[in-house]
């Protein structure tokens, strides 16, 4: 395995490490409800599922309702 023959100085380190960050996620204001939310991404606004402005599953909070936690996969015999 390699090891290093000099001790990396901090300036070199940090020069290195100029590039990691973090980038902010890009967020839009959809037109048609002024609901915030991620781009290329189908977001709930009221219990209907929107995708690009548009309305595609009405009620989609009734139809995706998640699984009781003590119920999922639980055979009782």
Known sequence: MAHPKRRTSTATRDKRRSHHKLTPKAVTTCPSTGELHLRHKAYVVDG???HNGQLAVKNYAST???AVAGDAGADDE
């Open 48 to 50: 209907d599922l929107y």
């Open 64 to 66: 995706a309702a998640p």
